[in-house]
């Protein structure tokens, strides 16, 4: 069978690395909205400062440092193994496992591996609620980047380099625009999963349905 445009473009892919939230379950869950809520609650009370301002702080930190915990460990020097394990300690309820999105993960000939700015035990029971635990061969966190966040290439670098992965062989999936700019110019193919299309420079494809988008790239 001939290949498709798109199986062209991935044929030379043999690592998958998907991000986590909002990318392997749909957004309109808004799992992250909890996570954000307990950021707030964090930051007041580790700094001791009113809802509104720390909220205004959290929201400062993810743009300036690429998230709310980059900020808070360089202007205030907070543990951040005790934030992490604070801020995902959340309801799953809202999960429902995807089967056809599972299926199309497991299809993928090679490596597939999730990378999340949140912690890798957060990242094991997001997956377990979705039935996806079983279609990855590992799991990285922020913490396996030494804590520094994507968008920051060095991250990328530091746990690349843990999982051995070839960047001009890997494909990666993000909802986040400016957290693709990296794996572009280290030579992946770049795949935003969002709503809606955002140009840029360094997006390849973009999908609003991570499993049908999957599903084209396997002959």
Request: charged share 25%.
């Amino acid at each position: 069978m001939k290949r498709t445009a798109i199986q062209t473009d991935f044929a030379h892919v043999t690592t998958w690395v998907f991000d986590l939230d909002n990318t392997l379950y749909p957004p309109e869950v808004r799992l992250f909205d909890q996570i954000e809520r307990r950021m707030t609650a964090y930051v007041m009370r580790t700094l001791g400062i009113p809802e509104e301002a720390a909220d205004r702080l959290r929201a400062d930190y993810w743009r300036l440092y690429g998230t709310t915990l980059a900020g808070l460990m360089q202007e205030h020097r907070i543990d951040p193994v005790p934030y992490l394990k604070d801020v995902h300690d959340i309801s799953f309820d809202q999960l429902r496992p995807d089967e056809g999105l599972m299926a199309a993960i497991a299809r993928l000939p090679g490596r597939r591996i999730v990378y999340t700015n949140g912690s890798a035990p957060y990242a094991e029971r997001v997956l377990a609620a979705r039935g996806l635990r079983q279609a990855f061969d590992a799991i990285y966190g922020v913490e396996h980047a030494d804590f520094r966040p994507k968008p920051d290439q060095a991250a990328f670098e530091t746990v690349f380099a843990r999982d051995g992965i070839d960047p001009a062989r890997a494909a990666m999936f993000e909802d986040d625009v400016r957290n693709l700019a990296a794996p572009h110019r280290m030579g992946m193919r770049t795949v935003l999963v969002a709503p809606e299309a955002q140009p840029a420079p360094h997006i390849d494809h973009h999908t609003d349905d991570l499993g049908t988008f999957l599903a084209r790239l396997v002959l």
